[in-house]
């Protein structure tokens, strides 16, 4: 509440039924000789009254506190499945950069219990014998880990992928393909030459946490952007911001709506936002 203002349309409408001559406030005034007069200071000082208590001070207003909620969604199929994590902050006046740093540092934490962001790159070492009936082909990861690995091969207008199965290999007669695959990292492949001898190495690098961030509701806030930029520098997260996540939403909707019409088109259309964790929250004034 703007105290000035407030002071001021108190003594305009106490001077207003005593007739003037009044004195508060470091606000003096003079005495009224006409009812007209005592009429219209008295609406002046009503009318200050409902300033003064619906807009606050700017002084007020940097001092109100603020509440934020902030929310960690598990996404499944392009929706909310779960909340994974939720928090709630409260701050003294607008939030500031700084603050916003311990509302980043819970999410990147909350984050981390899930998905590992300090993973390190895996180097991996590839060995294919020349005779794959004799010896099996040998791979090797540092550091050491679970992975999957896959062969596929193409032919007959089709494609066949399915485990690494030593026996299966050695009978196969034809080039084909390994897929390696380690959970949380970037497949990669390698191209085997028939009857000849191999020795490859290669790198699978982590792969970012892919997370949105929406508009937090309530009072007018920046909070989204603030977010952005705080986790945008983090390499293993790759984020969304809220515009990029309306713009991929319409996008998939236009062309599904394509798709629907002209059932017999045969273009590829994006089918999900490719998103791991959603954020979104509110954000209020406490008055």
Same mark, same amino acid.
């Given at each position: ?5 407030? @002071? ?8 207003? $039924?005593?007739?003037?001559?009044? &004195? ?26 409902? $300033?003064?208590?619906?807009?606050? @001070? ?34 003294? *006046? ?14 990147? *934490?909350?984050? *981390?219990? &899930? ?15 020349? =005779? ?30 399915? +485990? ?19 959970? *949380? ?13 191999? =020795? ?12 949105? $961030? ?18 945008? +520098? ?21 062309? &599904?709506?394509?798709?629907? &019409? ?5 273009? @590829? $259309?994006?089918? @999900? ?15």
């Amino acid at each position: 509440m703007n105290t000035t203002l407030l @002071s001021a349309g108190i003594v305009c409408v106490i001077a207003a $039924i005593v007739g003037g001559g009044l &004195k508060a406030f470091n606000i003096e005034i003079p005495a009224l000789n006409s009812l007209r007069r005592q009429l219209m200071l008295g609406l002046l000082g009503l009318v200050l009254l409902i $300033i003064a208590w619906r807009y606050p @001070s700017a002084n007020e207003s940097a001092s109100t506190g603020r509440v934020l909620t902030v929310r960690l969604w598990d996404i499944e199929l392009d929706t909310k499945h779960a909340v994974i994590a939720s928090n709630r902050f409260t701050f003294q *006046g607008e939030v500031k950069t700084t603050e916003m740093a311990e509302v980043g540092e819970w999410i990147l *934490g909350q984050i *981390g219990q &899930k998905y590992n962001l300090n993973a390190q790159a895996v180097n991996v070492r590839v060995r294919v014998p020349a =005779d794959l009936a004799v010896e099996n082909i040998d791979i090797r990861m540092t550091p050491p880990g679970p992975s999957q690995i896959y062969f596929w091969t193409t032919g007959g207008g089709g494609k066949s992928r399915i +485990p690494l199965d030593p026996e299966a290999v050695k009978t196969l007669g034809s080039n084909f393909d390994l897929e390696i695959h380690r959970s *949380g990292y970037e497949a990669k492949s390698v191209r085997v030459i028939w009857n000849q001898p191999q =020795d490859t190495t290669l790198t699978l690098q982590p792969k970012p946490v892919a997370i949105g $961030i929406e508009e937090f509701s309530g009072d007018s806030n920046d909070v989204a952007s603030q977010l952005v930029a705080y986790l945008m +520098p983090n390499s293993r997260i790759m984020i969304k911001d809220p515009k990029s996540l309306d713009d991929l939403r319409k996008e998939i909707a236009e062309q &599904k709506d394509f798709l629907a &019409k002209h059932q017999s088109s045969q273009v @590829s $259309i994006r089918t @999900s936002l490719g998103l791991d964790l959603l954020i979104d929250g509110t954000y209020k004034l406490q008055h």
